[in-house]
């Protein structure tokens, strides 16, 4: 499998192949056909500048061998590497460019039908996510270290200014976020930041002056925009595993993502956490950390290159290569769905004046739903699905198998409807005609609520609860997600 940030990138490496090309002049490529004692050479320079861009990608990020990337991009590097400096050189560099147009139609239609992922493509793709965000964030203060240090050197310039004409007050000065390339400006508005708050952030002030006064090497002092950078990696980092590959990476290896459990990974969930929620101070939880105990409780927490490190080379990535054991100790899972604001409101309220954790909450109220609403009073007709009345002959067990095997469920009843069918026998048997004769019955619609969707079924086979993909009886597949027929 090859990631669609992977096949996005090798478009880009095409694209500069062929810019390359247009900004050549049509009468130097004509100038290369020209025989003098040179002419090889010429050649030969040419050549390497129009394939430059895709020569070293292709030597130092080669894409898997056998997949549909390798296979789009590998008639482009048969192409450079044929280039012979004896042979016309305006016919060669078009079919070079040929192959790379070619090319550059598969890998679009790579990225509208992606090919089936691997493991190892997943794990390796991961990989460079963290090492290039990673790189990212070692490098992104750099921009706002320059622009407070120039600050920081006018205002230092401007003191012999000041005292000469005295009583002439250094003027105020603004960043605008919304000019190109980003300047400092006099006057203040809705797109500035006041300079101050840049220099803040990210200039040491006299710590350095000091240090050379004092005949010390101080270690340098942290700066705000380092530990802003460093709440953003981890957070980008955590969110990728967490919510993307460690999914995907699951759904190939046949298991529960929650089957993945390590400490690092608990380990960077803690520290994302209270850079995110407790203003990069670190909590006792950050304190307890085993793989990555970097801070003490209450320590300002600012990452340090050497942290940036570790988070590299201790992510176990062996481990998530390979499927993992599954969860013991707990079979514990969410459940999707919303309610009225205000109603979670007063659950949330109450729970906290009892001391009820949340869980318990929505374990209770769910043990009171399924108490409330037995199968038999949702199947008065009876639970045989071969003889029940009103079933169609060619009616079929589907199952989701996309979004964790999830659907939303609605039960439309009259005002006595399925209440009622404790009473059993014909009285039940009426009631149920009744309510299918005024449009209610069960139905199932995607997430997003689109009305449009909702599709009517037989009946609702198996809820999707307890990690069960959700089952339903019908004469098609409902219009929305994936689903395939089964044999009970």
Known sequence: MTAISTVARWRRVLENVRDFQNLTMPQALEGLRIQHHNTQYNRRFAYTIFSLPFSYA??????????????????????????DPSLDPVAQIGTMLEA??????????????PELATVTGLVSELKRTVKVSMLAALLGPHGTVELSHTEWEKRLNGVTESLRDRG???????????????????????????????????????????SAFQGQSLRPRP??????????WISYVHSQWDDHYRKEIAKLQGCDFRDYQHDFFGDLGKIRNDFIHHAG???????????????????????????????????????????????????????????????LAEVEQR????????????????????????????????????????TMADSKIWERTDNEGFANIQRVMSNRGYFETAGRGD??????????????????????????????????????????PVRILSAEAPPFGEWVEVTV
């Not at 009820?356 to 045989?384: F, K, R």
């Open 168 to 210: 002439n007050e250094p003027n105020p000065r603004w960043v605008d976020l919304s000019v190109e390339p980003i300047s400092v400006v006099t006057n203040p508005s809705d797109t500035t930041v006041s300079i101050e708050e840049v220099v803040a952030a990210s200039h040491p002030g006299f710590q350095s002056m000091i």
């Open 281 to 343: 101070v670190a909590t006792k939880k950050s304190a307890g950390c085993r793989i990555l105990p970097w801070f003490e409780a209450g320590e300002d927490m600012f990452l340090t290159p050497k942290m940036y490190l570790d988070v590299l080379n201790l992510w176990p990535w062996d481990y998530i290569a390979n499927r993992p054991e599954p969860l013991k100790g707990s079979d514990r899972g969410s459940f999707k769905g919303s309610a009225p604001n205000s109603l």
């Open 351 to 390: 729970a906290a004046s009892l001391g009820v954790p949340n869980n318990s909450v929505i374990e209770q109220a769910l043990s009171s739903w399924m108490t409330s609403h037995p199968l038999d009073a949702l199947d008065p007709i009876g639970s045989d699905l071969t003889q029940r009345e009103g």
């Open 58 to 83: 292709w030597m130092n990020s080669r894409p898997e061998e056998g997949s549909d990337l390798y296979k789009a991009l590998e008639p482009v590097n048969t192409a450079i590497t044929g280039l």
């Open 100 to 113: 790379v147009e070619k090319a550059d139609l598969t890998l679009k239609g790579l990225i509208q039908e």
């Open 427 to 468: 009285e039940t048997d009426a009631i149920a005609a009744a309510d299918l004769a005024a449009g209610t019955g069960t139905y199932v619609f995607p997430d997003d609520g689109d009305e449009t969707k909702r599709f009517k079924v037989e009946e609702l086979v198996q809820p999707p609860f307890d990690n069960k």
């Open 223 to 232: 700066l705000e925009v380092q530990k802003q950078f460093g709440a953003q």
